[in-house]
């Protein structure tokens, strides 16, 4: 019987997919899906062994000398080349032996065992081992390489053995140190598509590296932390097989960003392209937004690469739906103008066409309260009636400061994000990406610490077009500690109200220092606003002097505004709203509201609303140093019939009237009266003496009636203009009224047998019986002829008072003087018809009434004797008069005197 030769394996075609040591790889077929994979061990040789780190309880090795360059020979060789191979399993042997080959053409291709062999990085095995032409070929290779002293042959082996180290004892300092520099690396093992082993050359570091930004999913692992084969992850093996064959044992280089728990975080630099974003391309990956955020080439090629993935529907996207509708076209990006800061995430802009539009930064949430709690229903518990969020929550000052420096006045550009649907009680809500000078302004304000940038859900696409940005800007100040950031309680804001009260105790200080600057924090109407004064860190209502301004609607009560008052406080608002000004104080009301003058960019605000037709000016601003200003804006505007003045033809013929409101000859017809009440304008209201008893008639009548058919409580409805029944709150007796007011269940009343007035709650009022709304008003309203009161306060206080002690008197003599069309009667009161003792009179030359500049052809006896009256108190320097002559300035201001 004759031995058969053995036989010589066929060859086969595959890739080399990994190098395990200097004498074994891994080839992956050509063919199939996924390919099947094969380990060949080179037959006929031995190469040193390569280290091993200690796991599973047992002990690490080291390299043998020449390990290392053996591996990387046959790396650097075969790694993703097309090779020939042949393969066998000998008899008894649990491993397959063969020879790999590598060229295009099997004849001519390189036996890499014998480039091996020739280059001394593997020994031949010659014992024990049949005899072949092949092994005496490797055996002549082995001897010249010996001779010539190449590879493991040579002298000085140790030099030649690596030292790898398997930890980084301060990971965050090895980050720091190479300051985000590449590393050249070569890839050892792909545990997902997006962590990675990693050799660092040439210090041998041993590193898991997580790829920044991305994640794959991942296998299940078993209870010894290996993947288990019985759990399946949709697409987790695909992802790994893609990065395998990009780079396992491949030549990278690799940019260490962060680090999270014992793993680096980082980027992978290949020169074909980065595996982040092909794997996001494919659809193998999802962004993430705690690792994007360390990305330093950039995040905005990632999320591009993950869009095209979600809107191709590839792999994980397969069931993909936008979670928010495209904005496209001029509702997308438009310019605009911002108007308000509102809290520290909002603005108002004004659009191109005029309209006010509220859009908010998108995914950035504005400093919170802390400490809140909840009720036992889960729901925050109710703040405090002071409670004031602008001031009170740390930060939140601080950022609305920001954003008006920045922003009030200036052009943005905006580009809106998402639209956030209503909820909770909370309207729709239109976030954008604001930019200034091409500088993004949520990005700026994050990088302040004076916001923090909102979480979302993987697959939740309403977020920033900046969010990277966003969240780069956050981690940054995070790691400045600034802001809501630092470790530190954020400083007390400790802001004052100025009330009634407190505005006289700062009035002194406030009127010495002349022009303080405050910042607008709100305006309620044409002339009347909110400031915050940042020296004194208080808060005041600051009224604009020396004007008459309509009133704007009230939307929270529904009350319906003055002519053009609306447009008034939209002209103040647009002016004035947030911006720095400055004032100056001059006095302040019983409310405690100080009153005085407002420059922003150095214009009088008064001025500015008097010359725009919004504004007519108040007799205290013909007293004021402003008044020429004032003049010259009103008759500006009423030149140009602009707004209130659009019907000044009418008015001046109403004027030209009142000039010439002295008659030719004085008529003197006395009558009884008795004086019954005296307004704070000076004007009084009388019934001539012979009405009295019919007053008190038909009152005692009113109250029989309802002492004997009492009114239903708050049976009645009062309206505006009604004439009705009120109990009056001194005597708490019914009398007959006429209703000017109606607001929050309050009605103001005025007595028309009387002329008093006051604010009753409804209760107190009834319908007035049809019997007794016949008879006309018992007391008429009339004015003191030819004077006015003095513009202070004080002295006019003083005048008034004087008025009702003299006409406190059971019958007094009453003349009217003249009438002027739209105005009551002016009449003067006397004492007596012998003496003619004249009550007017006597209080101009006590120095507390002013008499008019009246122009006219005739002069009145009475107009006359008020001047010389006027006259005495002059040189007598009384009240008024105690300083000199205050109408010498009107005559020069104003262009008086005869």
Avoid at 318 to 347: C, H, Q, W
Avoid at 494 to 512: C, G, Y
Avoid at 523 to 550: A, D, E, H, M, Q
């Amino acid at each position: 019987m004759t031995t058969q030769p053995p036989t010589t394996p066929v060859p086969k075609r595959g890739i080399v997919k990994q190098i395990l040591s200097g004498d074994s790889v891994i080839i992956r077929a050509t063919v199939g899906a996924p390919p099947p994979e094969k380990q060949i061990n080179f037959s006929g040789i031995t190469a040193p062994k390569l280290v091993r780190r200690g796991t599973d309880g047992g002990d690490a090795t080291k390299d043998e000398p020449w390990a290392w360059e053996a591996r990387e020979f046959l790396r650097k060789k075969l790694i993703g080349e097309e090779v020939y191979f042949t393969a066998e399993k000998p008899p008894n042997a649990q491993r397959e032996y063969g020879t790999v080959f590598l060229g295009k053409d099997f004849a001519t291709a390189e036996n890499i065992t014998e480039s091996l062999v020739s280059e001394g990085l593997v020994s031949v095995r010659r014992e024990g081992v049949r005899q072949t032409p092949e092994l005496t070929h490797l055996c002549e290779l082995e001897d010249a390489a010996k001779a010539a002293g190449k590879g493991k042959w040579g002298p000085n082996p140790l030099e030649h053995v690596r030292d790898v180290k398997w930890t980084v004892d301060n990971m965050k300092a090895f980050v720091d140190k190479h300051e985000y520099q590449p590393i050249k690396a070569v890839i050892e093992h792909v545990r997902d598509g997006s962590t990675v082993r990693a050799l660092l050359l040439p210090d041998f570091y041993s590193i898991t590296l997580m790829i920044s930004g991305i994640r794959c999913p991942g296998f299940k692992l078993d209870d010894k932390g290996r993947p288990d084969p019985n759990i399946k992850v949709e697409y987790a093996e695909e992802a790994r097989y893609f990065v395998e064959v990009r780079l396992l044992q491949r030549d990278v280089e690799i940019v260490l960003e962060s680090v999270n728990n014992n793993n680096f975080i980082g980027t992978i630099v290949h020169p074909k392209g980065n595996i982040a974003e092909l794997l996001l391309r494919e659809g193998f990956a999802r962004c993430v937004d705690w690792s994007i955020r360390n990305v330093r080439s950039g995040a905005e090629t990632l999320r591009a690469a993950e869009r095209q993935a979600k809107e191709g529907r590839k792999r994980l996207w397969k069931d993909y739906v936008p979670s928010t509708p495209r904005i496209t076209g001029k509702e997308r990006e438009f310019n605009a103008t911002v108007m308000e800061i509102n809290n520290g995430d909002a603005l108002v802009v004004k659009l191109p066409d005029g309209k006010l539009k509220k859009i908010f930064l998108a995914s950035v949430r504005p400093p919170r309260e802390a400490g809140r709690g909840n009720d036992d229903d889960g729901k925050p518990l109710p703040r405090s009636k002071s409670f004031r969020p602008l001031y009170d929550i740390p930060y939140m000052f601080e950022a609305r400061e920001y954003l008006r420096k920045k922003l009030i006045g200036k052009k943005v550009h905006v580009v809106v994000d998402y639209i956030q649907a209503a909820r909770d009680g909370y309207p729709e809500k239109t976030c954008a990406t604001v930019t200034v000078n091409s500088k993004n302004v949520a990005e700026a304000l994050v990088s302040k610490g004076l916001a923090t940038v909102v979480k979302y859900r993987q697959d939740d696409d309403q977020r920033s077009s900046r969010y990277d940005d966003l969240l780069t800007a956050e981690n940054k100040a995070m790691k400045s500690l600034l802001g809501l950031h630092s470790k530190k309680d954020a400083p007390p804001l400790r802001v004052t109200e100025i009330d009634s009260s407190r505005a006289k105790l700062e009035l002194p200080s406030l009127q010495r220092a002349q022009r303080i600057d405050a910042i607008v924090e709100f305006v309620t109407s044409g002339s009347r606003l909110r400031l915050y004064i940042p020296k004194s860190n208080s808060l005041c209502t600051f009224l604009l002097g020396g004007i008459n301004c309509p009133r704007a609607s009230r939307q929270d009560t529904g009350a319906a505004g003055d002519p053009f008052g609306d447009e008034a406080l939209a002209f103040t608002k647009e002016k004035c709203m947030q911006r720095e000004v400055s004032i100056q104080v001059d006095t302040h009301d019983k409310a405690g509201n100080f009153i005085g003058w407002l420059w922003v960019d150095n214009v009088n605000m008064s001025v500015a609303l008097v010359n725009e037709g919004f504004a007519s000016v108040h007799f205290t601003g013909e007293k004021s140093q402003y008044a020429q200003q004032l003049k010259s804006a009103e008759e500006s505007a009423k030149s140009q019939k602009l707004r209130i003045w659009k019907n000044c033809v009418e008015e001046e013929k109403v004027e030209k009237k009142e000039e010439e409101k002295v008659p030719t000859d004085r008529q003197i017809n006395y009558e009884e009266v008795v004086v019954t009440e005296i307004t704070p304008e000076a004007h009084f209201y009388a019934q001539l003496v012979q009405d009295g008893a019919k007053a008190e008639a038909l009152s005692a009548k009113l109250r029989q009636e309802f002492d004997a058919n009492p009114p239903l409580p708050c049976s009645y409805n009062p309206k505006k203009g009604d004439l009705c029944a009120a109990k009056f709150t001194v005597d708490d007796v019914w009398y007959r009224a006429k209703v000017e007011k109606v607001q929050g269940g309050q009605a103001t009343v005025h007595y028309i047998d009387y002329g008093n007035r006051e604010t009753l709650p409804s209760s107190r009022l009834a319908s007035l019986p049809a019997a007794y709304a016949s008879d006309k008003p018992f007391a008429t309203e009339y004015i003191l002829p030819y004077v006015t009161l003095p513009k202070d306060d004080e002295y006019a206080a003083m005048a008034l008072k004087y008025l009702k002690d003299d006409t406190a008197v059971p019958i007094l003599l009453l003349n009217v003087e003249y009438r002027v069309p739209g105005s009551p009667p002016a009449a003067s009161l006397h004492t007596d018809k012998i003496t003619e003792a004249d009550l007017v009179r006597n209080l101009i030359q006590e120095g507390l009434l002013i008499v008019e500049n009246v122009k006219g052809r005739r002069q009145n006896k009475l107009l006359e004797s008020y001047k010389e009256a006027q006259e005495q108190a002059k040189r007598e320097h009384v009240n008024i008069w105690e300083y000199g002559d205050i109408t010498e300035d009107d005559a020069k201001e104003f262009g008086l005197g005869n």
